[in-house]
């Protein structure tokens, strides 16, 4: 068993290079805490070389992943005074399979965020004339077959493109221009693959690094990256995108786990855009992900 700990939380603290290394990144601090009580019971049991060893590997794991949130967290900007302009916008995977798309719909519409960027947008498709009504904008979703990412938005756009992601080539990238108050502002919507089979979703943050090169102004990235922010992918796509992060982290999955789960739905900004907070949603509405709400603040 201290083995098989050692082992894991090595694989943690190392740059991934097998399949499924990227989900323990994002599983670190769960782990590391897990594995706290193996030291105690090889304490007890007399082991005590190998308790040192353990103890040591979660307090290096922890140590490594404090780090890396410390880090993201020093570069958020200082936040505008309560006059400056804000919005609010609400990022949620709302599964395709939803059995409960009705209620998920009718509750995006009671919250009326400014933007909503859909992850897995067919759970609500049959309710998007009604959502229409609150959000007379969108971008994404044009064809069924290829529905998966869509943003709605109370104001207009100004410019909008839907980008498919290598190498998989999917619709699941959107860079769309609104105003609000008075200013224009980038609205990134993207929706990342699993990465626990192969590089596929590197690839993909690669590619939306690249698309986000030249994109001025105030930006508010949001969705679903199927990893958190300390894993060792979106933590250098972050840095390398100088972006910045939410005050914190809310879990979103499994809904499950509730607030002990993992926040692999994630918003972050930069360039005179601060979020100010942000908060998962009161239920999953028949989601395997809870939704995140986060209000933004714009220097002006």
Known sequence: MSL???????????????????????????IALVCLVLPLLLLI?????RASLVGLLVALSLGQGALIVRAQQATRAPLPGE????????????????????????????????????????GIARYLPDLLQTFPYKLGCEGRATCDL???????????????????????????????????????????SKPYFDETANIELESVEDALIGVDGP???????????WSRSVARFVEQSGLEPPPSYPATWPVRAGAFGVPIDNVFSRHGAVIESISATPSSFGSNHFGLIAKVRLAE
């Open 83 to 122: 006059d400056a302009p804000a919005f609010t916008l609400m990022s949620f995977n709302v599964l395709s399979s939803n059995r409960s798309g009705r209620e998920l719909a009718d509750y995006i519409i009671a919250s009326a965020p400014d933007i909503a960027v859909i992850m897995e947008a067919p």
């Open 219 to 229: 930006m508010v990235l949001a969705g679903d990256l199927n990893a958190a922010a």
């Open 45 to 49: 049991n007399g082991a005590w070389i």
């Open 4 to 30: 098989v700990a050692a082992v894991v939380l090595v694989a943690i603290s190392m740059p991934p290079r097998i399949p499924g290394q990227e989900l323990l990144h994002s599983l670190r601090f769960h």
């Open 150 to 192: 869509m943003v709605l938005s109370r104001t207009p756009f100004t410019s909008g493109r839907v980008l498919p992601l290598y190498p998989l080539n999917r619709e699941r990238l959107i860079l769309g221009v609104t105003e609000i108050a008075g200013q224009s502002v980038n609205i990134v919507g993207v929706h990342l």
